[in-house]
């Protein structure tokens, strides 16, 4: 899991409510990542950030949004229009956003709708 | 876009014997092929890449082979552990346009004692 560490393990949410999921690194990286894994599916990128203050939609940005406002931290919120968000959210980073550096990943949380 | 698929979803193997999994890619700009291990509860960590211009790459009892013109490259485990058992996923980037990576859907490996 490297440097990166996401909060918290568990989360759950209720209807209608917002929730933010923190992630954090200290391998003073540029570029960070959100994917949502659902059972049985691949990693599918909500949104990455190439630098601070930039961010892009990734396949499945409806629902959800991000702020950089700092290089260690790339917080993911998922918001009330998200309709299905039980899933597994991982959070990953890599040294400059290109696309052929390694991607080092956090350990997830899991995200329940009570 | 990009879209990889993956087989098989999943594999059994006995110890010591070898394990294959194969990717198909579409995106015919995509000249990165990284492979990631996921054990349960944990986010995937790397262990093997191949770049376009090379069509194997090999580390220790794992290796990669890729062919460019078939649009599709594999994943070689030999003399498998029980601590290979995890589930593998391929992924495919371009360094122009998007650059993510686009992830298969991944492949339970279980290794018998």
């Known amino acids: 899991d490297g440097g990166i560490t996401q909060s918290p393990k568990y989360l759950f949410r209720k209807e209608g409510q917002n929730v933010t999921l923190s992630c954090e690194q200290n391998?003073?990286?540029?570029?960070m990542y959100w994917y949502r894994q659902d059972p049985g599916q691949g990693l599918r990128l909500i949104y990455y950030?190439?630098?601070?203050?930039?961010?892009q939609k990734g396949d499945i940005a409806e629902g959800y949004s991000v702020s950089r406002e700092k290089k260690e931290s790339f917080p993911l919120t998922v918001t009330s229009a998200q309709k299905n968000p039980t899933a597994f959210y991982l959070c990953?980073?890599?040294?400059?956003?290109?696309?052929?550096?390694?991607?080092?990943f956090g350990p997830g949380t899991r995200l329940l709708v009570l | 876009g990009e879209n990889v698929e993956q087989h098989p979803s999943t594999l059994s193997v006995q110890e010591g014997d070898s394990a294959v999994i194969k990717c198909t890619y579409s995106?015919?700009?995509?000249?990165?092929f990284p492979w990631y291990k996921q054990e349960l509860g944990k986010g995937p960590q790397l262990i093997i890449d191949?770049?376009?211009?090379?069509g194997e790459k090999k580390d220790q009892r794992i290796a990669v082979t890729l062919n460019k013109t078939a649009k599709h490259f594999s994943l070689h485990i030999t003399e498998t552990q029980p601590e290979d058992s995890a589930v593998y996923f391929c992924?495919?980037?371009?360094?122009?346009?998007?650059?993510?990576?686009?992830f298969g859907s991944g492949t339970r490996l279980q290794v018998q004692p």
């Open positions: 990953a980073s890599s040294l400059a956003g290109r696309s052929q550096e390694t991607q080092y």
């Open positions: 391998l003073n990286h540029d570029a």
């Open positions: 950030s190439q630098i601070v203050n930039d961010f």
């Open positions: 995106d015919s700009a995509s000249n990165y």
């Open positions: 191949i770049r376009s211009n090379v």
């Open positions: 992924a495919a980037s371009r360094d122009t346009g998007r650059r993510a990576l686009t």
